[in-house]
């Protein structure tokens, strides 16, 4: 993942991609982001920030995660087992029960557990959004609520300041993004 | 004047050093025994640090200076959320904390922002009732310089923290900041011993002030007595906390009366203190000047 901040002096420009990458890795996203822009303007207190999304995991499904057994399920990736649980106790009820961290009996017939095996548990590209505005929510200061999102395929674009947008800032916004987007920044 | 120390060290005549500092007029903040391991905050006169030192020495023990003890600092942060705590709010109060002093966190209601950064009454007025503030903000040169106009109306010595190393304001710290990981690294903590320095001078400031016009009692005696008199609940800590002048006590709601009529020499506590209920925790008690109350003693 590249870091690059701008515009707020040598000191805050360190300190703020220290920020960025560490509050990205805090939420699992350091993988999934391929680059993050940001442009501080203190003096007028508007902050642009950029994500470009990167690769993303494929959906895990229950053979990811787990080996079959006889009735029982072993759970090799302990990560996604509230999930897991979540699923189970959804569809098969009192059938399930946790005999232990990562022993899971289901009494369930043979085809069924066939079917189970390759169910989604967790599909990160669901909530990537959310999570990367989480991450974006982090990093902006504080002060900076009111935001604007710019539109761009493959990027999440946040203007945020604690005064009313300006279009002066949009239009800026927007000319840092086709820099971007032709690899100018 | 009084000298604050802490002791570390093993039970082997422990005993004995606390019975030496009561001897030379001494008295102890805090006690704490941990199987074969022994912690004590003590105080006594400074005239009679080496017959102290001597006896740490004989116990095997260590003393080590708390500059900021009988202080108690606020910490104060723009809001409570995940951008200010736990680093650096958490780690500069830990550091004030290992210098001796006591210290409060509070994150203010409407602190965040440049322009729409506030601190209310209450807010001041709780600040106002520690002997010292230190103010924890963020990155930016011109946030620091419109944001640092709220702290202007405080009415107790206090620092600015921020990120940029240089900023034209009084008492202020660069080179802190925004952080989202502990300060454990070298510079780090160099930049938390300037803090404390500072802090330390603008203390030692006000107790010469203290000096030239002398409280009608010490705060140590004063909760020495107060601890025998409305001793503290079972496993309650900090019951009584010092104070350049005087002490925040945290009673239980009834015991007021009783605690105006305590006897502190000839006098009553409510007739050399200003006592009033904190804005915050306990009742604070000012002790007047000597020259106010006449002779205690």
């Known amino acids: 993942m590249e870091v690059k901040v701008e515009g707020g002096g040598e000191f805050c420009d360190a300190s703020y991609e220290k920020i960025c990458m560490t509050t990205l890795r805090d939420i699992s996203l350091e993988s999934n982001i391929d680059s993050v822009y940001m442009n501080c303007n203190a003096a007028e207190h508007v902050f642009i920030i950029s994500v470009k999304i990167g690769r993303v995991q494929s959906p895990i499904t229950v053979s990811d995660m787990t080996i079959k057994g006889d009735e029982r399920l072993t759970v090799t990736t302990e990560t996604y087992v509230p999930k897991l649980l979540d699923l189970l106790w959804d569809r098969y009820g009192e059938k399930v029960e946790q005999i232990s961290r990562l022993e899971i009996a289901l009494k369930i017939d043979d085809d069924e557990m066939q079917k189970l095996m390759s169910q989604v548990v967790y599909d990160p590209r669901v ?4 999570r990367i505005l989480d991450g974006i929510d982090r990093i902006l200061p504080e002060g900076a609520r009111v935001r604007q999102p710019i539109r761009s395929t493959g990027r999440i674009t946040i203007i945020a300041s604690e005064n009313p947008i300006k279009e002066e800032w949009k239009e800026n916004a927007k000319a840092m993004l086709s820099k971007m987007t032709k690899g100018d920044l | 004047m009084y000298k604050i120390m802490m002791f570390t060290g093993g039970v ?4 004995e ?53 009988g202080a108690e600092i606020m910490v104060v942060v723009p809001s409570l959320g995940k951008h200010h705590a736990v680093d650096p709010m958490c780690d500069i109060a830990e550091f004030l904390r290992r210098k001796g002093a006591i210290t409060n966190m509070m994150g203010l209601a409407r602190g965040v922002g440049k322009r729409i950064a506030q601190i209310t009454t209450r807010e001041k007025e709780i600040i106002e009732e520690c002997d010292a503030a230190v103010f924890v903000f963020g990155d930016f040169k011109e946030c620091l310089e419109v944001k640092s106009k709220i702290c202007e109306s405080i009415d107790v010595p206090y620092i600015i923290t921020g990120g940029e190393p240089e900023v034209k304001i009084e008492h202020y710290v660069g080179n ?66 010092m104070q350049l002048e005087g002490l925040r006590v945290k009673i239980e709601a009834g015991d007021e009366e009783k605690l105006k009529n305590v006897e502190i020499g000839k006098r009553k506590l409510s007739d050399i203190c200003v006592i009033k209920k904190s804005e915050y925790d306990g009742y604070i008690l000012k002790i007047l000047p000597e020259a106010v109350t006449g002779n205690v003693f």
């Not at chain 1, 909530?127 to 959310?130: A, G, Q, V």
């Not at chain 2, 082997?12 to 005993?15: A, E, G, V, W």
């Not at chain 2, 500092?21 to 080496?50: C, K, N, S, W, Y």
């Not at chain 2, 102290?52 to 023990?61: E, L, M, N, S, W």
């Open chain 2, 17 to 69: 050093l606390k019975e030496r500092i009561h001897d030379i007029g001494g008295f102890i903040l805090q006690e704490m025994v941990m199987q074969t391991e022994t912690m004590m905050h003590l105080a006594f006169p400074e005239e009679e640090e080496r017959i102290i030192r001597d006896k740490a020495k004989q116990t095997g023990g260590k003393l080590k200076e708390l500059p900021l003890a």
């Open chain 2, 176 to 241: 802190i900041g925004r952080k989202t990981a502990r300060m454990r690294h070298r510079e780090e903590i160099d930049m938390l011993e300037i803090l404390t320095e500072k802090i330390e001078s603008l203390i030692d400031d006000r107790r010469r002030e203290l000096d030239e016009d002398p409280l009608a009692t010490s705060p140590l005696f004063m909760k020495e007595i107060l601890d025998l008199v409305l001793p503290p609940k079972a496993g309650e800590e900090f019951s009584t906390i």
């Open chain 2, 12 to 15: 082997y005549k422990f005993s």
């Open chain 1, 127 to 130: 909530d990537l959004n959310t």
